[in-house]
């Protein structure tokens, strides 16, 4: 299949359907076996997926990428991006183990998602030669991220939450919560 036929193919089924998408975009989707996408992906220019072999990706309908926008998964990894998903200018996810994101949930711009870390222990290794550990996160459907919020290893953001500007959160929450502070805690609930 050439290169005018995947972009065809892409054509047909919305990935190139939206403002900003530049072709190479949506063949380096198309190409990659490992990344499932839906119509109307939006991935704006310089938006990076990385996808190694053993790593695997799905993209819901109506995702956005916007520009500097990176996502890493690991080999042996899995994301799930559902519905109506976006993610910010210069945010970013990496992922080691599964991470999912419910649908109509938005990270903001330099917003930070991962579910794993460098170890550090023994000292008498250097902690870039050290396995990572992953611990299970996960974000639920309706949650927004603020500027610069992060999500830690650990970490459980469910439906409805919201994560303040430049929160850090590290421990699991209840549905609903809006989170603030380093480290997050919850400050109310949206639900009562």
Not at 140 to 154: A, E, H, K, T
Request: charged share 15%; aromatic share 4%; net charge positive.
């Amino acid at each position: 299949m050439g290169v005018l036929s995947l972009v065809a193919k892409a054509w047909r089924v919305g990935l190139l359907r939206t403002a900003g998408m530049v072709a190479r975009y949506a063949v380096q989707v198309a190409l990659n076996p490992r990344i499932q996408a839906a119509s109307f992906v939006q991935l704006q220019p310089r938006a990076r997926l990385v996808v190694p072999k053993g790593a695997s990706l799905r993209i819901g309908k109506g995702v956005v990428i916007k520009n500097d926008g990176v996502i890493l998964v690991n080999p042996g990894a899995r994301l799930t991006l559902d519905d109506h998903f976006s993610l910010g200018h210069h945010g970013e996810i990496t992922v080691g183990g599964t991470i999912a994101i419910g649908d109509y949930t938005t990270m903001g711009p330099c917003t930070y998602l991962t579910d794993c870390n460098h170890r550090f222990e023994p000292t008498n290794v250097p902690i870039i030669c050290q396995p990572m550990e992953v611990k299970p996160t996960s974000i639920g459907r309706d949650v927004w991220m603020g500027r610069g919020s992060m999500v830690l290893p650990g970490a459980v953001v469910p439906d409805g939450c919201v994560v303040a500007a430049g929160a850090i959160v590290t421990r699991a929450h209840q549905p609903g919560d809006v989170i603030a502070g380093t480290p997050g805690r919850t400050v109310r609930n949206r639900f009562e």
